[in-house]
């Protein structure tokens, strides 16, 4: 946690000294191209693509194929300059820095015509003495340099060997040799993102002025001694000592909700001095734990850190401190060669349930306060509590992990590393170890954060040689590797923060990968670790083709985003699926064929004539296919984490490939770019109950497991319907007897040869029926009923279009929409169009006559408005 200067002069009496002034240099900046043909304003935050959009000289970057019409931005050279006044008396102060939070990323700093530095890594701060350059009006100027160029040069210049890879696939449209410059490496493009790789001052920019003594940062831990039963904080400031001579004093950390005080007496040198505290806390201070969502309450406590030092000099600092511990336990397993691979927080076992998230928007000023809390709380809201900070993006602002200790979310965080190769010159190596500890001592106080992993498929990468590396030179990459991420990286990481778990890559297979000297050569092992996997071929809806692995980091498949959301940014001449714009929206290599194919597999493809009609029916299909496949193999992972069959199981993690959109285009996403819920995204609301029933065949067999992420044991019935496709009243049902779930535990309630079954049900075949199911507690808990399709839908006999009739009223702060059906209808899918919100549930097989679904909206709209807007479509209107 990063702590910010605070000005204490509500502190100081007439013998007390400010800590220091604190001058903000952030607001509106001159901006200009190489050539001096474009002047304009720009903001601080902010980047070059925002201002020139802000003042109107280009189009919004995302509309149609202006990531193409505007790369002259990003291979231009632009400068950012102001003037200021000082705004105090540079007499009477013993030092002044100018500091920058985030400079993105290659730029020559000129501080009253003075070159006073060069910043090339966009995830560090830097920091520059400028004592005796200061006057009473000053100029400030970043000459930046294209971050393209800057990269290519730097390959270039890297004579020995080349890092590939060189290029990204010519479907993402983007830029190369992103692997040499320490900046946001999606920004050169991705799969599922645009290429702006732009430049600017991203984050704060300040002038400090300070006498005696300066505190760069203040960062804490919290340690739970299991000899003593005992809480530690374990505190680490750090100073730049300005004063001739020694500076003493005493420190008082005051957590008063915990009533506690204690004092510390402390003694600076001269020049930068460490200062580390231990806070003991009694084991009879009733310390209340952080919990991940669905698992307790997210308890923190206000802490200040007063500085009382020499000359009446005050420096304070707040934060929240939480208490929680995190294991990462590989251990072997019985029936298993291989380890486990699971996270105890607080010493209970948790499945990790979530998804991986990316940058919120390409221009990161427009990733707002509002925004954050949108996403984050969708998060929770489908009962998820892991997010992976993906490493191909940014180390989050400050805001998105307070977030996320606040809601419970755990943070799984990548270093900013991901499919490549990276240099390891002694240049690069010294940077990235400057980025890793500035990192790691800004984030490490949240408890939401319980790993560090140091990078993104980089192993696996080096491992199975995706880049065609010549058997002869593969010993070169595997020397770069080893010291990049295990000599360096977890270097830092082990001397910095002993508090949680690093792995050296994910994919990975943890321990082993260690004993093997860093790089495994298998990082795919289900034995071990954790594991990534995509297969757009095969059926998803067949649960063998799955890894039974340890923990599941990324799995996936692609759907487009609504109509809403693409009209924002195309024409009418873009509305079809094999439009120009839809291709050039698609980067993955053959994607919207594969998302067809995939869904064909079990869906009759959209037959309306009207071309609008069949290229909004086709956009709803690829979000029926991707719901209903993440659910099948996020139901094998739920289910696997009790068992062991051919010594693979024990899952205890799954994170879907992607929560988030960059922009608005087809991806792995289930929130849409600007937040709007996708059909996966209120599957996974499902299918991360916190008790869940899973159906599926094996042989012939239908089986249901009850999955309880629940902290007590719970006695359980389950209710099994059949429904003729024809009819709205169930054929038939049986109530199991209850058994017992143990807490956080998946065990086999059900299992019956189908064609039994069907014979409990006259009239019963796989193509005219299907399977609903559903538990309860006898504690009056339900879980969401599921649904098991006995057949492809398309083979489906007896499916005929619904008539849905909706009837919208208002209540309070939501809405009420009451739908009535005249047959079952599967997918049902409720679109309002832009109006921000989301329903509680939506894509529901409708299996009853009557429905009520409330709509949460997130700005403020009308009946009428919702009325006008919606639409409701379900799997027969396509046809």
Request: with cysteine; net charge neutral.
């Amino acid at each position: 946690m990063h702590l910010h200067l605070l000005l204490l002069l509500a502190l100081c009496g007439p013998c007390c000294v400010a800590a220091g002034r604190s001058y903000s240099l952030s607001g509106s900046w001159r901006v200009s191209n190489r050539n001096g043909s474009l002047k304009l304003r720009g903001t601080v935050p902010g980047c070059v693509h925002s201002a020139l959009y802000q003042r109107g000289l280009i189009q919004d970057p995302y509309y149609r194929y202006n990531d193409l019409y505007y790369r002259w931005i990003s291979l231009d050279n632009w400068t950012y300059s102001t003037e200021f006044k000082t705004p105090f008396n540079v007499s009477e102060w013993q030092k002044i820095k100018l500091i920058f939070e985030g400079v993105d990323t290659v730029a020559e700093i000129l501080f009253n015509n003075v070159i006073i530095g060069k910043t090339n890594n966009m995830f560090t701060g830097y920091s520059f003495d400028v004592t005796g350059m200061v006057r009473d009006m000053n100029s400030l100027k970043l000459k930046f340099q294209s971050a393209v160029h800057y990269a290519e040069l730097q390959s270039k210049a890297h004579t020995r060997y080349s890092v590939p890879p060189e290029c990204p696939p010519k479907e993402q449209n983007g830029e190369c040799h992103v692997n040499f410059i320490r900046k946001e490496q999606c920004s050169f493009s991705w799969d599922w993102g645009p290429s702006f790789p732009s430049q600017g001052i991203w984050r704060a920019v300040r002038l400090e002025a300070y006498n005696i003594a300066h505190m760069d940062y203040l960062t804490f831990s919290t340690i739970y001694d299991n000899a003593s039963q005992e809480w530690n904080i374990e505190i680490e400031a750090s100073f730049d000592v300005v004063s001739s001579k020694p500076v003493g004093g005493q420190v008082t950390v005051a957590i008063p909700k915990l009533k506690i005080q204690k004092k510390y007496d402390i003694n600076l040198q001269q020049r930068q001095r460490i200062v580390k505290l231990l806070v003991k806390i009694s084991k009879e201070v009733p310390v209340e734990t952080w919990w991940p969502h669905g698992h307790g309450n997210q308890t923190g406590y206000s802490m200040t850190v007063l500085f009382v030092l020499d000359e009446g000099l005050h420096i304070k600092k707040s934060a929240m401190v939480y208490f929680r511990t995190v294991q990462l336990i590989e251990e072997p397993i019985k029936g298993s060669s291989g380890r486990s691979f699971y996270f105890k927080i607080n010493g209970l076992p948790i499945f990790l349930k979530g998804s991986n998230w990316i940058p919120a928007d390409s221009f990161q000023d427009k990733v707002t306060s509002e925004l954050l809390q949108l996403l984050l709380k969708s998060v929770v809201d489908a009962n998820m509590n892991t997010l992976r900070v993906w490493g191909g993006g940014i180390y989050e602002q400050d805001e998105f992990y307070e977030l996320c200790d606040k809601l419970g979310i755990m943070v799984w965080q990548d270093f900013m590393f991901a499919c490549a190769l990276y240099p390891a010159k002694k240049s690069f190596v010294e940077s990235v170890r400057a980025e890793v500890a500035y990192q790691i001592r800004r984030l490490k106080s949240h408890p939401s954060i319980i790993i560090w992993s140091g990078n993104n498929e980089n192993e696996v990468a080096l491992s199975t040689n995706w880049f065609h590396i010549k058997h002869h030179n593969m010993k070169t990459y595997i020397k770069d590797y080893v010291t990049l991420y295990v000599r360096n990286i977890r270097e830092i990481v082990l001397s910095e923060d002993k508090t949680r778990p690093f792995i050296v890559s994910s994919p990975t297979n943890g321990v082993k990968t260690m004993e093997e000297g860093g790089i495994s050569e298998d990082p795919y092992s289900n034995l071990y670790g954790d594991v990534h996997f995509y297969d757009y071929n095969s059926d998803c809806w067949d649960w063998n083709i799955f890894p039974k692995a340890r923990l599941v980091s990324e799995y996936g498949y692609q759907s487009w985003p609504s109509f809403s959301t693409l009209e924002k940014v195309s024409s009418k001449e873009d509305w079809s699926y094999t439009s120009h714009f839809s291709l050039h929206r698609q980067h993955h290599v053959n994607g919207n064929t594969e998302m067809l194919e995939q869904a064909q597999l079990h869906f009759r493809l959209p037959q309306r004539t009207d071309p609008l009609l069949r290229f909004k029916d086709t956009l709803y299909l690829t979000q029926v296919m991707q719901a209903q496949c993440v659910k099948t193999e996020t139901e094998f992972y739920m289910r696997s984490r009790s068992e062991i069959v051919n010594e693979r199981g024990h899952t205890m993690g799954a994170l879907y490939w992607q929560l988030n959109d960059i922009w608005q285009a087809p991806s792995w996403a289930s929130l849409e770019y600007g937040g709007k819920w996708k059909m996966l995204h209120y599957f996974a609301r499902r299918f991360f109950a916190p008790l869940l029933p899973v159906g599926f065949e094996d042989k012939g067999v239908f089986y249901v497991y009850g999955v309880s992420d629940l902290h007590r044991d719970y006695n359980t019935q389950l209710t099994v319907r059949l429904y003729s496709w024809r009819s709205l009243e169930p054929l038939c049902f049986l109530v199991t007897s209850s058994t017992e779930i143990k807490a956080g535990k998946a065990v086999v309630l059900f299992e019956e040869p189908v064609l039994e079954l069907l014979k409990r049900c006259w009239g019963c075949t796989r193509e005219t029926c299907v399977v609903s199911f559903h538990l309860s507690t006898d504690n009056d808990l339900f879980s969401p009923t599921n649904y098991h399709f006995l057949s492809s839908l398309k083979d489906a006999k007896g499916l005929v279009r619904a008539n849905i009739t909706v009837n919208i009223s208002q209540k309070g702060d939501f809405f009420v929409f009451d739908l009535k059906t005249s047959a079952i209808a599967p997918f049902v899918w409720l679109d309002v169009g832009s109006i921000p919100g989301r329903f509680s549930d939506n894509g529901f097989l409708m299996i009853e006559k009557m429905r009520s679904v409330l709509f949460y909206p997130w700005k403020l709209t009308s009946k009428s408005e919702l009325q006008q807007a919606l639409s409701v479509t379900s799997l027969t209107d396509i046809y």
